[in-house]
């Protein structure tokens, strides 16, 4: 129904920068909206946490590790976020998700809400 692709992840050594970007699509269908776009993350071990998310009308939200370092965008033209990542630290390496809460009406339906997840892109950040 509502599919999120990322990509941009990647091997990069310590002070490097990498832009992560997700693009949200819907099959023979459309996307009347979209009220939050974000970025979250999981390393081995430790629970998902969020990094950065915008709201519809709002200011950008980040965690207080990457305050500074990384910033999110998004184009809701192409209903597409970003996240531009820049003095990566070794503990920055995880799997990045993106997240997207937005409103889609598929064939023959009304508008729904949907809360999708993107596949997951590794982001490694080498000492």
């Known amino acids: 129904q509502v599919q999120l692709v990322e990509s941009g992840g990647g091997l990069v050594q310590s002070g490097g920068s990498l832009r992560l970007s997700c693009a949200a699509s819907?099959?023979?269908?459309?996307?009347?909206?979209?009220?939050?776009m974000g970025w979250y993350r999981q390393a081995p071990g430790k629970q998902r946490e969020l990094v950065a998310v915008i709201y519809s009308g709002g200011s950008p939200v980040y965690a207080d590790s990457v305050k500074g370092r990384f910033a999110i965008s998004s184009d809701n033209a192409r209903n597409t976020v970003y996240l531009q990542m820049n003095s990566l630290k070794p503990e920055d390496t995880a799997v990045y998700y993106c997240n997207q809460k937005l409103r889609a009406i598929l064939p023959g339906d009304r508008v729904n809400p949907y809360d999708s997840w993107g596949q997951g892109t590794q982001v490694t950040v080498s000492s």
């Open positions: 819907v099959a023979s269908g459309r996307i009347i909206s979209n009220n939050a």
